[in-house]
């Protein structure tokens, strides 16, 4: 089983050239198979609980349109196989007859979730509710998509091999790009690749389902199903990092964009700072908030050459540097005006702010919320901006949430 949460952080990458060899093929086809029903009534009880359970059989009833008897016969195969559980008896709802709520057993099913970067690849294997069980990491020496292939697939058998007697649903993998329906990544900026079949590639490699998402928009399926913003019927997700990251969820659905490869807000004008980002856009968001410009700023502002890091300038204005200050200030600015035009134009409920950026608008968060209420009208209706730290080990784990959304969910 694959009970205990593991990190593993490798250096060195052997590649294989990303042929398909026996051990591969066999280590997946000896797995025990998953008991959860892919279809049928069977199937839509397994959501249900999945996603909302315990639930009584008359809250299943309810909840998918059902008749007693018919979720009885739906429940009893799921009872019978180990993969549901009844609970304790309760009471129902106004002190009602007694009930026994319905739980699911996951222990021995499992998704391995995917995140790449320019730098190195991050893997979690999760269970179906997307709780992490290990975590991993590799370098990459190079983005040649081989070498990444063959990267991801490695990190995939590491994390896997801690979890030997579990059935494994599938694999997803996110990447800061366009991505076509069938894991071809069509545009990635940060990767430098252009039409690149990864999802192929990877599936070659591992005999096992994969599905290659967005990041971001993997990013947002985790908040959406388990974040602070699973109760919202509306909600923006904002990542400032490397590259600016926008989605946008209405009545609960992922709202995609057409070419997923460019953000919508990452060179909207701003009118802070007088940068200029790598599109000639002088002020735009990227300009004043995308690590790369902030480090520039940070390097002169610390009088170094450019070996400069968000933690190098995060330190200098926790201890007071002036310069230092005025960067991380005015970043925070630029991410205040930043919200105060999603908040304005997509009218959300909530903003979700994220990204391995995130550290700057923590420093300032007075900044941020200054400028954003600057920036609307007084009698705007209010905004939760949520602010949260995360790391790379999150990012795969929304990969391991579009896997679950895929393979389980979906049931493809």
């Known amino acids: 089983m694959c009970r205990v949460k593991e990190s593993v952080v490798t ?3 052997i590649v294989g050239g990303g042929a398909v060899d026996d051990q591969t093929v066999t280590a997946a086809a000896v797995r025990p198979p998953s008991l959860l029903p892919s279809r049928g009534t069977g199937h839509q009880v397994v959501v249900e609980l999945l996603l909302h359970g315990p639930l009584t059989r008359g809250e299943l009833g309810l909840a998918l349109g059902l008749t007693p008897g018919s979720v009885t016969r739906a429940v009893r195969p799921l009872l019978d196989a180990g993969v549901a559980a009844e609970l304790d008896v309760v009471l129902g709802p106004g002190l009602g007859r007694p009930v026994t709520p319905i739980e699911l057993v996951l222990d021995r099913d499992v998704v391995v979730g995917v995140k790449i970067t320019a730098a190195r690849v991050w893997g979690v294997v999760a269970g179906l509710r997307a709780e992490v069980l290990h975590e991993a990491s590799v370098e990459l020496p190079s983005t040649d998509p ?3 292939a063959d990267a991801v697939a490695d990190i995939v058998r590491q994390l896997l091999s801690q979890c030997p007697d579990t059935a494994v649903h599938g694999v997803g ?7 076509d329906g069938a894991g071809r990544v069509r545009t990635a900026p940060l990767l430098g690749w252009v039409d690149v079949d990864l999802g192929g590639a990877l599936r070659q490699r591992l005999a096992l389902p994969v ?6 928009v993997s990013l947002v399926r985790a908040e959406r199903w388990l974040g602070a913003a699973r109760d919202l019927d509306r909600f923006a997700l904002v990542t400032i990092g490397a590259g600016l990251g926008y989605a946008l969820v209405v009545d609960r659905v992922i709202l995609e964009l057409p070419s997923s490869a460019r953000s919508p807000i990452a060179h909207v004008p701003l009118g ?3 940068g200029v980002c790598d599109e000639g856009h002088r002020g735009c968001a990227s300009s004043v908030l995308a690590t790369a410009a902030v480090l520039a700023r940070a390097a002169g502002a610390l009088g170094r050459g450019g070996d400069v890091s968000l933690d190098d300038l995060l330190a200098a204005h926790a201890s007071g540097h002036a ?3 005025a960067v991380v200030e005015e970043a925070a600015e630029a991410l205040g005006a930043l919200l105060a035009l999603v908040a304005d134009l997509a009218w959300p409920r909530a903003i979700v702010v994220t990204g391995d950026g995130i550290g700057l608008a923590l420093a300032s968060r007075d900044v941020v919320d200054a400028a954003m209420r ?4 007084a009698d705007a209706e209010p905004v939760t ?5 995360t790391g790379f080990t999150r990012w795969a784990r929304g990969a391991a949430v579009a896997a679950v959304e895929t393979f389980v969910v979906g049931a493809r």
Do not use: F, H, P
């Open 11 to 13: 250096t060195l990458l």
């Open 146 to 148: 081989v070498v990444v």
């Open 173 to 179: 993998v996110s990447v800061g790009g366009q991505v």
């Open 211 to 216: 599905v290659v998402d967005n990041d971001v």
């Open 272 to 274: 802070i700072g007088d």
């Open 323 to 325: 310069e230092a200050t």
């Open 374 to 377: 600057a920036r609307r009208a």
């Open 385 to 389: 901006v949520d602010l949260q730290a």
